[in-house]
């Protein structure tokens, strides 16, 4: 039984390719590629001479059960992408899911990625992300992504755009979620990289003014969390309010009816909000 190597590739700076990465492509029968013509000149720059085979999300499906047959055989084979890691917005899922599936061993041999490597100069949150690759260009979907953003508890998320949508979705985060922090990366490890961050409203109007926006790639960082706990906090304290007005009551008893009635929210933040309210009220 062969081994399938998963290789992560540069995504820009070819000085990112691990030794280890050379080797396990040198050694393998053949590697499954995305794109030939873009993974020829990473092959001819560290004089890798394994033969190519055509694997994309094109074909994925029906090359399978041919590789798969390769593994079983004895054959080792590596997949890689255009850059960074396979499976991340790119093809390889479903070869690594039946892969295991019928015992072959996976390997990893890690390396680029921009979605890690973006988290990590962002200067946000990073105690928990979620990563949603490409932001759905029909509107359905991506209603229903950004509302999933705007409510979800993870303290930082993760999108890909393209250069020629990246204003469009600056301007729709702009309106969805006024106020929150972002950064965004493009042309990660290039000569020409690029990463702007601050409240929304900053990183769009520099953008707009950038003559050089619509080139390459962008990872795009959102952070809402403090938007969303304000205004978790606020409508805490308009609920303290309704039940002292409407029963004539004071802080305390509304924030303990509060409590027996809003089993959802934390009773520390309706504690808070109490507190809160007895410094605005005094």
């Known amino acids: 039984m062969g081994i399938l190597y998963v290789v992560a590739t540069p995504i820009g ?5 691990s030794p280890r990465a050379v080797e396990t492509l040198k050694n393998s029968d053949y590697i499954l590629v995305e794109d030939t013509r873009q993974t020829i000149k990473l092959l001819n720059h560290f004089d890798i001479k ?34 960074g890691t396979p499976c991340i917005s790119d093809p ?25 490597t973006a988290l990590s100069i962002g200067g946000l949150d990073t105690s928990s992300f979620s990563f949603y690759g490409f932001v759905p260009t029909d509107n359905k979907p991506k209603k229903a992504l950004f509302d999933e953003i705007k409510h979800s508890k993870v303290k930082t998320k993760v999108l890909y755009e393209s250069p ?12 969805e979620m006024p106020g929150c922090a972002v950064c965004v990366c493009s042309e990660l490890t290039k000569v020409h990289e690029k990463s702007i961050s601050g409240k929304i409203e900053y990183v769009y109007d520099k953008l707009k003014e950038d003559p050089n926006t619509s080139k390459g790639e962008y990872v795009i960082l959102i952070s809402n969390n403090q938007i969303r706990k304000e205004k978790d906090e606020i409508s805490i304290e ?9 029963n004539n009551i004071s802080i305390k008893e509304a924030v303990n009816i509060i409590n027996k009635e809003k089993t959802d929210l934390p009773k520390k933040d309706i504690y808070n909000a109490g507190l809160n309210l007895k410094d605005i009220l005094k």
């Open 238 to 246: 308009a609920l303290i309010i309704d039940k002292m007005v409407k």
């Open 164 to 175: 020629k949508r990246i204003l469009r979705l600056l301007e729709e985060i702009k309106c």
């Open 13 to 17: 700076n070819l000085g990112d390719f």
């Open 50 to 83: 394994n033969k190519m085979a055509s694997y994309h999300k094109f074909n994925e499906r029906e090359k399978v059960e041919k590789v798969l047959s390769d593994l079983q055989s004895g054959m080792n084979v590596s997949l890689v992408s255009d850059a």
């Open 92 to 116: 390889g899922y479903i070869l690594i899911s039946e892969a295991r599936k019928n015992n072959i061993e996976v390997i990893g041999v890690p390396g680029c990625s921009a979605v890690i």
